[in-house]
């Protein structure tokens, strides 16, 4: 961990205000800092910092709307300096906290040293992450949607798979292309489900040559409707209807437990031929948090009712990454309404402990619950049992999260959106800002294809763990040529010799493989001779072996 | 090369009709395949295939507003299949062109085969690709500003440049991410550079850490006035000092010669410290034409009068990629307005000569010229030597370009963006869509600092050309530790412990280098042994050989 000298430390402490460091700038950490700079301005005596990785706060609930094009990649963002003229903002990672010392340490970002925050009291709003951890093939494979980027990411995904099935002449690719899996049934997975059908089915009708008939939206759920955790049962069972009625598959009952470049694995053996994996399902504390060893229930830090952290002074967390119990002893969920009544009870409690007043308990009902579910339909659960399904139900959603938008210029953009989306054709363009992949991993499963004779080489693969197999098409049979397994490599002919795969690969048991892309292999060929001398030499010794085996007489 | 089986190859030649195929979807392609399309409506007998690495065509005269954020991202482009419903659209690269064979190789993309098109007619439209080799640095370290995705990525750098700068405490990194350098005082370099200082300005307001007076942006051009190749003396001149008084620093009579991570060198020796260098200047063509060895001239390709290739037959071009003797002899400009006009000439001719008819040659006077000077200004010279600068040329070159943007819905959609524009605040956003960054190169002047003792240590360095020595602080003096050369690497000690740089580093001479990412080094440390213990190896010997020098008496 780097660590500056004194002199690079910001925030004193011999002021008189206390300095408070909120981390995070979702609706828990935005929201409270917002509440801190008006406690400030009655007079409490404080001062606000806060930190997050982009410079905005993103409206989470209208995320679907991004992947479907309805508003703009923008229009769900707010300016962070915008909503919180008097905190002090770092654009950063949070790369370590030091509950000792009391300091927060950032990365360097475009700078070339780290920076050390020191704080009086501290305010963790970190939110979940997306965690595909523990099944095999996730992290490498689906397509997380949580974020902005996600959206957009998904989108862009999504306008490439419509695109190369227009020119895709084997079935089988064509029908991979066009097959789009979503995993999890909560109100994030239903709505991108219903999101991405709107949008698949819209945006094909502008490529003369795909079949629609053809498109496949299915969304695996372990439970036998759909948002059953969150809704009541009539309008799960609504939604579930509603989906299906609109052409999207569900696959209940069943869960997602490998995934491949080519595959979405589920707990019935099934295999869905897919280039699109979206999952919405696991996620889990920040690892900064984590890091810290704190008490945690279900990935979430251990809170008072007061959202003071448990055993710890100066410290306080809300939003999705605390467990603040409620008054009946469940704890708070984890909604956007919720974090931000949080965020105004504990701007209300750290005034209270400054002024050495006692804090006070969160309890907050709710004010009901609300999803969308594709062509204009939505369900809604209101206080006092009220439930509304349909078209009504969708304008009360637009319309509740409409208000809900910080700022008057976040609610005439997204206005605007609408409106032009209500009177023009689907738009379905990708921005591809390109940029260098990197390394990356991948997974495939026993038996799967990783790359056939004569397919173009612009990979390097080298054996993390399982074992792979290299085929070469003999008389239309299919020889074994070797078996390769952890720490060996293959693919490196093609790139050494730029042409198309001189053999095929398959896996022989569940594998895991280290990706370079053919650029980076030869940026580090180009500056590493000794890099390109192994793999030259290795390409050698294995073209030598082959040759003196077709020249054995069988 | 990849060759396809026979049954890859699309397009018979059996068909009565000609499959002409388009390579590329800027002006010229695009309006050459809506021309193409509308002769074979009214029966000539061919039909329409194109090629483009996107799946819609840029409004590049808006590409500043962009970068601006005076209109949204994606509301300078449109759809080409919304332009083109009877052209079969392949959005993918063009890896090679066989004018022998009449075939054109496209590369895999999402599936694992190159595709092979075959033709009857091929028209070149690929334009002309930003190529800053030649000058040490400048593909390293400088942003191009000449695609959709540049605008947008030299948008959301400069916000992180004032991110980083309302944070930094040392005043000289502060004043280098507060510096904005544009290179070229053409067209493009003009109005990027009013368009940036536009928005910095705005921008900045609304960061109340960061101060004004600090801001500086740079226009660096070789001759006297900006644009004075392009316009008439007098709009020269008064956008010369247009720029000025609006507080672009002009450099004049001088050049960019090289680039660094932290500087812009100009041609008398000064060094701008700056993170934000845009260079506008040399262009080169498409490297795939590039392969073919057609003889062209400066870089265009040499074409007849009529747009038919010169000396081959079944082949056009037109747009920047083309060179076109107009009557006069002069060659055509490479502009948006006469792209159009060769397009339908194109058709035209193309329809003749199938039909067994007379190709007429090109001829087009052009209808003016307008460029942007920021502030609500431009300069304008239309036809009949009429000139106008100011706000009404200003209004002028919005109508202009308006009026010219493809389609309905492309024009309500920037309405609405200019609408919102107008009634809201500025919206400084980024958009990070992260990914990894991959192996990349960097260039150093000599004498410059690579990085510093006690920087955060994310790369690793390996050395392709020039020397770099090795400085370590002992006692407030800086002992030099070692010199490496060509083939030798450093920085891995930071890596391989994750702690701040040891020592510091500097160019002794001119030096360019392979960067490997942190992330990179660590996931091909960890898939391959043999990497991760060639950089124990060398760690281990040179920390023995500092520990042995240490303890020697001096």
């Not at 594709?374 to 206080?383: I, K, Q, S, T």
């Not at 001398?533 to 290795?538: G, H, M, T």
Request: with cysteine; aromatic share 6%; glycine share 10%.
């Amino acid at each position: 961990m780097p660590v500056s000298a004194p002199d690079d430390v910001r925030g004193g402490r011999g002021s008189a205000r206390s300095r408070v460091l909120v981390l995070g700038g979702g609706f828990g950490g935005a929201y409270a800092a917002m509440a801190l700079e008006r406690r400030a301005a009655r007079g409490v005596p404080l001062e606000v910092a806060l930190v997050n990785r982009e410079n905005y706060l993103v409206f989470q609930p209208m995320l679907a709307e991004v992947l479907a094009g309805d508003v703009g990649m923008l229009d769900t963002v707010t300016p962070l300096r915008q909503l919180l003229p008097r905190t002090e903002l770092f654009v950063r990672e949070v790369s370590g906290i030091d509950l000792e010392r009391r300091v927060v340490t950032l990365d360097a970002g475009l700078g070339s040293r780290a920076l050390e925050l020191r704080y009086d009291q501290l305010v963790l709003a970190l939110g979940a992450v997306t965690d595909f951890r523990g099944v095999p093939g996730l992290p490498e494979h689906a397509l997380p949607f949580k974020t902005l980027a996600d959206a957009v990411r998904i989108r862009n995904h999504v306008i490439d798979a419509l695109e190369q099935a227009s020119v895709a002449r084997e079935r089988e690719l064509r029908s991979a292309l066009l097959t789009f899996v979503i995993a999890g049934g909560g109100f994030s997975g239903t709505e991108a489900a219903a999101a991405l059908g709107d949008f698949v089915r819209a945006a094909a009708r502008t490529y003369s040559s795909l079949p629609a008939e053809e498109i496949r939206v299915v969304l695996v759920h372990s439970g036998g409707h759909v948002l059953e955790r969150e809704l009541t049962g009539a309008l799960a069972r609504y939604s579930t209807a509603t989906l299906a009625e609109h052409g999207i598959e569900l696959l209940l009952r069943t869960r997602l437990v490998a995934a491949s470049p080519r595959h979405a694995v589920l707990s019935d053996g099934t295999r869905i031929a897919t280039r699109t994996l979206i999952s919405t399902v696991p996620s889990s504390p920040n690892p900064v948090l984590e890091r810290l060893g704190l008490a945690h229930v279900g990935g979430r830090l251990r809170c008072e009712p007061t959202l003071a952290l448990a055993g710890r002074e100066r410290v306080w967390a809300l939003g999705d990454c605390a467990h603040v119990p409620m008054p009946g002893g469940e704890p708070c969920p984890a909604t956007a309404q919720h974090a931000i009544r949080q965020a105004r009870l504990l701007a209300a409690n750290l005034a209270a402990v400054l002024a050495g007043a006692p804090a006070r308990p969160f309890s907050y009902a709710g004010r009901g619950k609300l999803g969308a579910l594709g062509h204009r339909r939505a369900v809604a659960e209101l206080p006092g049992g009220v439930c509304l399904a349909g078209v009504s139900a969708w304008l009360l959603w637009r319309g509740v999260y409409w208000s809900k938008l910080p700022g008057r210029a976040r609610k005439t953009r997204v206005l605007l959106s609408w409106l032009g989306d209500a009177m023009l054709p689907p738009h379905p363009v990708q921005l591809k800002l390109g940029g260098g992949r990197g390394a990356s991993h991948a997974h495939y499963e026993p038996g799967e294809t990783v790359f056939e004779q004569g397919d173009d080489g612009d990979c390097l693969y080298m054996i993390v763990a399982g074992e792979v197999e290299v085929l070469r098409r003999v008389d239309d049979a299919l020889e074994l040529v070797r078996t390769l397994g952890p720490g060996e490599y293959f693919g490196e002919l093609a790139l050494l010799e730029r042409r198309p795969r001189s053999a095929g690969a398959r896996a022989r048991s569940s594998l895991d493989l280290l990706v370079l892309p053919a650029g980076d292999f030869a940026a580090l060929a180009g500056g590493l001779s000794e890099f390109r001398e192994a793999f030259e030499a290795i390409a050698h010794a294995r073209t030598q072996a082959d040759a003196a085996r077709a020249a054995r007489p069988s």
